[in-house]
Nanobody, 120 residues
């Protein structure tokens, strides 16, 4: 069983920056891909960025060049550095992890989300 807890959300003006963190706790055989998703009011949840256990990354086109995902495997934490924020980035941001549990069964976990509000 793994728990994911996001932090770092808040209110920021357009053009500003925020750094989100997602700390995993619990027991797992291996944490594979980790990702950030977001869901804006009235919209479907969308993928923002992913990072593999080896550090390979992928980004949604709308955040490329502005957001950077990183992870600290020792701390079991994934980060999302968000720069040049726009009002369209306003959303609840969710952390996601693909995990092999102690029986090496693939599991997927979600955090409860952290709200990011970008004012114009």
């Amino acid at each position: 069983q793994l728990q994911l807890v996001e932090s770092g959300g808040g209110l920021v003006q357009a053009g500003g920056s925020l750094r989100l963190s997602c700390a995993a706790s619990g027991i797992a055989f291996r944490i594979n891909d980790m990702a950030w998703y977001r869901q804006a009011p009235g919209k479907q949840r969308e993928l923002v960025a992913t990072i593999g256990s080896g550090g390979n990354t992928n980004y949604a086109d709308c955040v490329k060049g502005r957001f950077t995902i990183s992870r600290d495997n020792f701390k079991m934490t994934v980060y999302l550095q968000m720069n040049s924020l726009k009002p369209d980035d306003t959303a609840v941001y969710y952390c996601n992890a693909d995990v092999w549990d102690i029986t090496r069964t693939a599991m997927e976990y979600w955090g409860k989300g952290t709200l990011v509000t970008v004012s114009s």
